[in-house]
């Protein structure tokens, strides 16, 4: 099984149990975030973490195989349609260099690691309307000089 069709059964298997992200990733012991990205095929799971989601959603062991292959990160390269992930690209759009230059002011020459990161959806209640914060913590790794 690859990645695409694990992904379409363990959210179909989701919204049969009508589970949230939130109850997955409680029941196997880790972040709702991590927890979505493995089911959509962006990271993969231990072995012990693939079993558990797959007993959590009540789905086969062929599931659990491709849970656990490393996944090969790819998306489309087009300007994405839904509103939520445009937003997320305007935001880079419009700040990356802005933020760029800001962890670099006060880092040095580098990135922020994708690899050695996390990161946390909350919402914050407002009465102007709730909000949404998003905390992306990545390693910093300073580029090298030889």
């Given at each position: 099984?690859d990645?695409?069709?694990?992904?379409?059964?363990?959210?179909?298997?989701?919204?049969?149990?009508?589970?949230?992200?939130?109850?997955?990733?409680?029941?196997?012991?880790?972040?709702?975030?991590?927890?979505?990205?493995a089911c959509?095929?962006?990271?993969s799971?231990?072995?012990?973490?693939?079993?558990k989601?797959?007993?959590?959603l009540?789905v086969?062991g062929?599931?659990a195989?491709?849970?656990v292959?490393?996944?090969?990160?790819?998306?489309?390269?087009?300007i994405?349609?839904?509103?939520?992930?445009?937003?997320?690209?305007e935001v880079?759009g419009?700040?990356?260099?802005t933020?760029?230059?800001?962890?670099?002011?006060?880092?040095?020459?580098?990135?922020m690691?994708?690899?050695?990161?996390?990161?946390e959806?909350?919402?914050?209640?407002?009465?102007?309307g709730?909000?949404?914060l998003?905390?992306?913590?990545?390693?910093?790794?300073?580029?090298?000089s030889?």
């Open positions: 099984m990645k695409l069709e694990m992904r379409h059964t363990l959210l179909a298997a989701k919204a049969r149990k009508k589970m949230s992200w939130d109850d997955i990733a409680s029941a196997v012991g880790m972040s709702p975030v991590w927890v979505a990205s959509y095929g962006m990271n799971a231990s072995p012990d973490i693939a079993k989601i797959c007993t959590t009540d086969d062929d599931i195989e491709a849970l292959a490393f996944p090969t990160k790819v998306w489309d390269e087009a994405p349609q839904d509103p939520f992930i445009y937003r997320l690209y880079v419009v700040y990356g260099e933020l760029k230059d800001v962890v670099q002011e006060q880092f040095g020459d580098g990135i690691s994708a690899i050695d990161f996390t990161m959806v909350d919402k914050v209640e407002d009465p102007k709730d909000r949404v998003l905390t992306l913590n990545g390693k910093f790794l300073p580029y090298k030889w």
